[in-house]
């Protein structure tokens, strides 16, 4: 019997796409900072839509990233640690051949 090896399961990458509502106690240069270089996920900034009043950053922006499963909890644990709104939706792009 082939039991499947459990350490590579956590390094299957999905695509997803997050929405994240700024409320004004994060920087959003900030955030797309600790998301990078402390968490190492690499993103692409799909749209985003930020006004800055006061030094506060409020509005929202929507992420692509490519994370393994362990890493897109620790992000989501890292905004709601942080009280940031956020929303994750599971990317699959049709491909044609």
Not at 22 to 48: E, P, R, T
Not at 69 to 90: A, D, I, P
Request: aromatic share 12%; charged share 20%.
């Amino acid at each position: 019997m082939i039991t499947p090896n459990l350490q590579n399961v956590n390094l299957i990458k999905k695509e997803l796409i997050l929405e994240v509502e700024l409320n004004g106690k994060m920087k959003f240069d900030h955030l797309l900072n600790a998301i990078y270089q402390q968490m190492g996920i690499c993103y692409k900034v799909l749209s985003a839509n930020v006004e800055y009043m006061n030094g506060n950053n409020f509005g929202s922006f929507q992420l692509y990233i490519n994370a393994t499963q362990k890493e897109s909890q620790e992000l989501e644990f890292f905004l709601n640690n942080n009280k940031l709104l956020n929303t994750t939706v599971e990317y699959t792009c049709r491909k044609y051949s």
